[in-house]
């Protein structure tokens, strides 16, 4: 970590903590190492500063690694900063999305965006405030600008859902096709709502009181974790489609044309194959299997009224 002519007392401050960092990293990682390969760590060892420092011509050495304590717990409890361990794991699951999303849209490394990031609470908006910086390094983006709950996005971003609380927003206008992440949004929040329609029709089941506590929690924080990203992600789709010229919008609707022909084309592969597969006797036909046939039929049928709907609109 090279200096500037002149540091400042916060410059120097930095530079004697990240050596101690690594110092630190040295030392434990050449102690845990030191069982698999002794020769090779014994000489890194002898090559660091330590207590012990013997000056045998050009060269510094230490006492041998053999004799000193295997690392333990006990050792690097003083470093442990659980608030610190919970931000980077945050800050990690926002890279991690927002890298998701760039790989989505096929992205060269060089086409560096921007990143508006949405948080549903202060703590979360002061989180990614301080640590937008760090944001923009890992996930390969231009800038990273923290938004409040209340604050609106640019006109045509793309939403990338991280969690209930936490939304990011992505300027995509003449990077890529606006109308085919449409289809795709809508692809998810078809599906979404399909999850929801099942799990409250479980809900809503005569038998669901006899469920146990903890499972009914869970399925009530499931469905306002989905409503929360269908909400966000209808809302995203609408804005998307805000801002499609005439063309993008000839465009996005043949490619939802095209997105439900090859979906009717596989439902109705798949109804074929499981009517293949039951018994030529009615009677030994099983209930389950006609129960997926006739849900694939309705979902089919959905699927092309939906077609002939677009069709009018072309």
Do not use: W
């Not at 389950?288 to 609109?313: C, F, G, M, P």
């Amino acid at each position: 970590m090279r200096l500037p002519e002149n540091p400042s007392a916060a410059e120097q401050a930095s530079r004697a903590a990240a050596l101690s960092v690594l110092y630190t990293c040295l030392d434990m990682g050449l102690r845990l190492l030191h069982p698999l390969m002794p020769f090779i760590t014994e000489e890194l060892y002898h090559r660091l500063p330590g207590a012990d420092v013997k000056g045998e011509g050009d060269r510094t050495t230490c006492g041998s690694i053999m004799v000193t304590a295997y690392p333990a717990p006990a050792m690097t409890s003083r470093f442990q900063r659980p608030e610190l361990d919970a931000t980077m794991t945050l800050l990690q699951s926002i890279a991690h999305t927002a890298r998701s999303t760039r790989a989505s849209l096929g992205l060269t490394p060089k086409q560096r965006l921007s990143m508006f990031i949405r948080c549903e609470t202060d703590e979360l908006f002061q989180t990614v405030k301080n640590n937008a910086k760090d944001l923009s390094v890992m996930a390969n983006a231009h800038e990273t600008t923290a938004l409040r709950s209340s604050d609106a996005p640019p006109a045509g971003c793309m939403s990338s859902v991280v969690s209930p609380q936490i939304e990011i927003f992505t300027p995509l206008q003449g990077l890529v096709d606006v109308g085919g992440e449409i289809v795709k949004m809508e692809k998810a929040a078809h599906a979404l709502k399909q999850r929801l329609a099942k799990l409250q029709e479980q809900m809503d089941g005569p038998s669901y009181a006899k469920v146990p506590a903890n499972t009914r929690a869970k399925n009530d924080e499931q469905k306002a974790n989905d409503s929360e990203e269908l909400r966000k992600l209808t809302a995203s789709i609408a804005n998307f489609k805000s801002v499609l010229t005439p063309e993008q919008t000839a465009k996005y609707l043949s490619d939802k044309a095209d997105s439900f022909r090859v979906e009717a084309g596989k439902l109705q592969a798949s109804i074929e194959k499981m009517r293949a597969a039951l018994p030529a006797d009615v009677e030994k036909q099983p209930k389950k299997s006609l129960q997926k046939i006739a849900e694939a039929e309705q979902e089919l049928q959905d699927v092309q009224r939906q077609l002939e709907q677009l069709s009018t609109q072309a």
